[in-house]
């Protein structure tokens, strides 16, 4: 191989790498956390996620500032910098989570075969399945009922003239569209707690009460498939 192919071949292989690098800890942290906030603009929501994703950041480069000072204090030299001592780290983190998850496979498979051959004790297993899931749904659904409760309360207690009554307005239209996309869906056993109506101080409890709606509604309709 000439010269010229080794640096394009490096080139390419460079770019792909510290693109998928950026995109795993960067672009893609950002958008779950985007996607996950519950506040009411785009501004706030990236606010939100950068926060939560720096924390995760500020944590995870103390244990790997930590690992770097032990290893300096241990004497060892690695000849590739510390930028290669990483890349390596990484690649190695990579292989072995591969080789785990094939190992885990290449057991799990047969045994699960072997496993539903005997279908007196495939059908207790089901069974067990079934009360588990019928569990997390009335768990899941009585967690929506309180939440729709909440929303609904704080929404008559709060005053037309309210500063925080258009963030309210938003989370009634999002109420209002949930309960028309299924009617089938009847609030029952809501129940209101000590803390629960302390959604009327700031925009930040209001943003709390919009995204903890939606989770509620997301784990519900997940455990009904």
Not at 35 to 64: C, M, P, Q
Not at 151 to 157: E, I, L, M
Not at 179 to 186: C, G, R, T, Y
Request: proline share 3%; aromatic share 12%; glycine share 8%.
């Amino acid at each position: 191989m000439s010269d010229q192919e080794r640096g394009g071949v490096s080139f390419f292989w460079s770019w792909s790498y510290w693109s998928t690098f950026l995109l795993t800890w960067a672009v893609v942290p950002i958008l779950q956390g985007y996607e996950d906030a519950g506040d009411f603009t785009v501004t706030e929501r990236l606010k939100a996620s950068l926060h939560v994703n720096l924390l995760f950041y500020v944590i995870v480069g103390s244990v790997a500032l930590f690992g770097l000072i032990l290893l300096i204090l241990l004497h060892h030299n690695w000849s590739g910098g510390i930028i290669g001592f990483a890349m390596a780290c990484s690649n190695t983190f990579g292989l072995v989570t591969g080789v785990f998850l094939l190992g885990f496979g290449l057991s799990e498979i047969p045994k699960s075969i072997w496993v539903n051959a005997d279908y007196i004790h495939r059908q207790k297993v089901l069974s067990h399945k079934v009360a588990r899931a019928a569990l997390k749904l009335d768990d899941a659904h009585q967690n929506l009922s309180n939440a729709i409760v909440v929303s609904q309360a704080t929404s008559k207690q709060m005053s037309k003239r309210d500063p925080l009554r258009p963030y309210m307005n938003i989370i009634d239209d999002m109420l209002k569209n949930m309960l028309d996309e299924d009617p089938s869906f009847k609030p029952q056993g809501g129940r209101l707690g000590e803390n629960d109506m302390d959604y009327d101080n700031d925009e930040k409890s209001m943003a709390t009460l919009r995204r903890q709606l939606r989770i509620a509604k997301e784990e519900y309709y997940r455990c009904k498939r």
